[in-house]
C-alpha cells in the first residue's frame, strides 16, 4: 500500500517537472514522442470528457471533441500514412487526386461521382433481414415523387453523377445495372421498362421524379458530409455505358449544399489548426483557461493549471512546487 503511495507520488514529481516546462515550444519541438505529462494529461481530459458524456451533458470538451473528429475525417483524406520496417509512422501529404471513376462525361464538367449502396441501418435490421427478401433498403440518394411511383428509382440505382457546363447547366446522371437475369420480379420489370423507354415504346413517366437529394459520402469530386438537393426539370436521355443503363436529367440546384458538420465548427478548435499552436496538451481547449488556482498549503497562485490539477489529483490537494517538495511522503 505505502508503495503504491510513495509510487504515485513519485509520478506526480516527473509529471509536475514536466509540467513547468511543458510549454508550446517544446511540445512543437517535440515532434514524434508524446511525453509522459502529455499521457497523463490526456487522460485526466478523459475522464472529464468520459463524464459529460456520461451525464449527456454539451460540454465545451465535446463539442471540441466532436468538431475534432470531422476534422480529422477532412484532413486525414489530405495525407497518406506510411509505416516503415520499424514501425515508425510518417504522414505524408497525399499528392495524387482520386482517379475519376469510369464514367460519361460527355462536353460537361464533373462534379461528383458517387456510388449508391445500402446504407446498414442498424445490427437488429440487419438480422431481421436474415433470411428474407423485399426489405426497405436505406440508400444515400433518396428520392421525391409528386405521386408514388411504380419504381422507386433508389432501389435500382447503383451510382449517380452530376455533370455541369460553363453555363450553368445541370445534367444527373443515374447509373442502373442490367437486369436481364434477375429472378426478382420488379427489376425485371424494371428492366423492361427501360428497354421499353430507349426504343420509344413507353413514355417516361415511371422514371421521373421531383426531387433528389443526398450528403456527399465518399464520392469523387466533393468532400464529405455535404448536403445537395435537384429538383428535375425533364428526363434528358437514356443510353447505355460501360455496361450500365445510364438514365439522364435534366436538373436545378437547390440551396448552398453547405457541410452539415458546419454549424458545429468550434472555432477555437479551427484557429488553433490554422496557427498549428494546437499539439499535445493545448487541445484542452476546455474549461481550464479561465480557472485561478492558489496553493492549499502556502496560498500562493499556481500559474500552470496542469500542476494545479496534476497534485490535486495524485495527492488529493493543488499545491505548488515549493510546498509539493516539502511534503512528507509518510503522511500522504
Ligand atoms: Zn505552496
Known amino acids: 500500500m505505502l508503495n503504491k503511495i510513495k509510487k504515485k507520488f513519485r509520478n506526480a514529481i516527473i509529471a509536475f517537472s514536466y509540467g513547468l516546462k511543458n510549454t508550446e515550444t517544446d511540445i512543437l519541438g517535440q515532434k514524434t514522442t508524446i511525453s509522459e505529462a502529455n499521457v497523463i494529461d490526456q487522460k485526466m481530459q478523459m475522464n472529464n470528457l468520459a463524464d459529460a458524456l456520461l451525464n449527456g451533458v454539451v460540454t465545451e470538451e465535446v463539442k471540441v471533441l466532436r468538431d475534432r473528429t470531422y476534422l480529422i475525417s477532412d484532413e486525414s483524406k489530405k495525407y497518406k500514412v506510411i509505416i516503415d520496417t520499424i514501425g515508425t509512422t510518417k504522414a505524408v501529404k497525399n499528392m495524387v487526386k482520386l482517379n475519376m471513376p469510369k464514367i460519361y462525361t460527355g462536353d460537361y464538367n464533373v462534379e461528383i461521382v458517387m456510388d449508391n449502396n445500402p446504407i446498414p441501418s442498424g445490427v437488429i435490421d440487419a438480422f431481421q433481414s436474415v433470411g428474407t427478401h423485399g426489405i426497405a433498403n436505406i440508400y444515400p440518394l433518396k428520392f421525391t415523387y409528386e405521386y408514388i411511383p411504380k419504381f422507386k428509382l433508389e432501389d435500382y440505382v447503383r451510382k449517380f453523377v452530376v455533370r455541369s457546363d460553363s453555363e450553368g447547366n445541370i445534367k444527373l446522371d443515374l447509373y442502373v445495372p442490367k ?56 428526363f434528358a436521355e437514356i443510353f447505355e455505358f460501360d455496361g450500365s443503363t445510364v438514365l439522364s436529367y435534366d436538373v436545378l440546384s437547390i440551396g448552398d449544399n453547405e457541410k452539415i458538420t458546419e ?70
Request: charged share 40%; proline share 0%.
Open 263 to 332: 454549424k458545429y465548427k468550434n472555432k477555437k478548435l479551427r484557429d488553433n489548426y490554422e496557427n498549428k499552436t494546437s499539439r499535445g496538451t493545448k487541445l484542452n481547449l476546455g474549461n481550464q483557461e479561465s480557472e485561478k488556482h492558489n496553493c492549499e498549503e502556502c496560498g500562493v497562485e499556481i500559474k500552470n493549471d496542469y500542476d494545479y490539477r496534476i497534485t490535486k489529483q495524485t495527492i488529493g490537494k493543488g499545491i505548488c512546487q515549493e510546498c509539493l517538495l516539502k511534503i512528507d511522503v509518510k503522511n500522504i
Open 179 to 234: 437486369f436481364t437475369d434477375s429472378f426478382e420480379r420488379l427489376e425485371k420489370l424494371f428492366d423492361n421498362e427501360l428497354t421499353k423507354i430507349a426504343s420509344k415504346t413507353s413514355k417516361t413517366f415511371n422514371i421521373e421524379f421531383d426531387f433528389i437529394d443526398f450528403v456527399s459520402d465518399k464520392a469523387y469530386g466533393v468532400d464529405d458530409l455535404r448536403k445537395y438537393k435537384f429538383k428535375m426539370v425533364k
